[in-house]
């Protein structure tokens, strides 16, 4: 037999963006695939495991661009 992953909504950051991998059906409303904030979803996309983390962001900080390209130092001084 197979691990199985339990979630739950206390994985999750109240304000985090989450990924519903699956639709989500609810008596009040269906819930598409995609992003979403945590706190918009209803407790069973959770515990039915329909919900992850989204994956981390690569994004070109200030800080990575200034180390790549240290100012240049006037020598005169």
Not at 6 to 12: E, L, P, S, T
Not at 16 to 21: A, D, F, I, S
Not at 34 to 54: Q, R, S, T
């Amino acid at each position: 037999m197979g691990l199985e992953r339990k979630m739950f909504r206390g994985m999750f950051a109240p304000g985090e963006m989450v990924r519903l991998k699956q639709p989500c059906f609810t008596p009040g409303r269906l819930f598409e695939p995609g992003k979403y904030n945590a706190d918009e979803l209803p407790d069973i996309a959770f515990d039915m495991g329909l919900v992850d983390h989204l994956p981390p962001v690569k994004s070109n900080s200030s800080e990575n661009l200034n180390a790549q390209n240290p100012p240049d130092q006037n020598l005169e001084d």
